[in-house]
T-cell receptor
Framework: EPEVTQTPSHQVTQMGQEVILRCVPI?????FYWYRQILGQKVEFLVS????????KSEIFDDQFSVERPDGSNFTLKIRSTKLEDSAMYFC?????????????FGPGTRLTVL | SQQGEEDPQALSIQEGENATMNCSYK?????LQWYRQNSGRGLVHLIL?????REKHSGRLRVTLDTSKKSSSLLITASRAADTASYFC????????????FGKGTHLIIQP
């Protein structure tokens, strides 16, 4: 069964450094999402992406964040200058176009630790 | 405003018993979904109920939705040890490309 994959599974970085989290959505999906989950807290929506542009973004998704679909398969989240409070699990999700529902398929997550 | 608040926050039951989790939300919704998360893993979609539906079944899962009370419940019947996980409700207001709004989740422990 096709799955959303994410790399790396764990990323450790120093405060102020740039990080790029990578996702490979399911191949025929056209909507892509990033979420984050700070330890012990709820999953929070960051951004959605469709047709090569951002569809919706939350208040969390400020100028430090950017997303890109550099080729036909990868979907990346870049954090320009990481802060301690960016430490969290980051989940990528995707869904196909041809559905009335908004069932999203999630990857296993990347744990980002900012020191 | 907070959307999708589950209760209880934690639930521990014996294997074979039924587990009921509740979710409340504040704004109008297009649909409500339940997801499961095993410790340290990603979210797995369980079931979706649309705003014009009142009840839905899938295997051992039963979901209800009361839009007048802005609440939903997830019932897992005949629980198994493998059902131990955190369960989240998630809502979206308009469908389409909307991001989902998750609650804080219920941590369910099934004791053998």
């Amino acid at each position: 069964e096709p799955e959303v994959t994410q790399t790396p599974s764990h990323q450790v970085t120093q405060m102020g450094q740039e990080v790029i989290l990578r996702c490979v959505p399911i191949s025929n999906h056209l909507y892509f999402y990033w979420y984050r989950q700070i330890l012990g807290q709820k999953v929070e929506f960051l951004v959605s992406f469709y047709n090569n542009e951002i569809s919706e973004k939350s208040e969390i998704f400020d100028d430090q964040f950017s997303v890109e679909r550099p080729d036909g398969s990868n979907f990346t989240l870049k954090i320009r200058s990481t802060k301690l409070e960016d430490s969290a699990m980051y989940f990528c999700a995707s869904r196909p176009l041809a559905t009335r529902n908004n069932e999203q398929f999630f990857g296993p997550g990347t744990r980002l630790t900012v020191l | 405003s907070q959307q999708g608040e589950e209760d209880p926050q934690a639930l521990s039951i014996q294997e074979g018993e039924n587990a009921t989790m509740n979710c409340s939300y504040k704004t109008s919704i297009n649909n409500l979904q339940w997801y499961r998360q095993n410790s340290g893993r990603g979210l797995v979609h369980l079931i979706l109920i649309r705003s014009n539906e009142r009840e839905k079944h899938s295997g051992r899962l039963r979901v209800t939705l009361d839009t007048s009370k802005k609440s939903s419940s997830l019932l897992i019947t005949a629980s198994r040890a493998a059902d131990t996980a955190s369960y989240f409700c998630a809502t979206d207001a308009r469908g389409g490309a909307d991001g989902l709004t998750f609650g804080k989740g219920t941590h369910l422990i099934i004791q053998p």
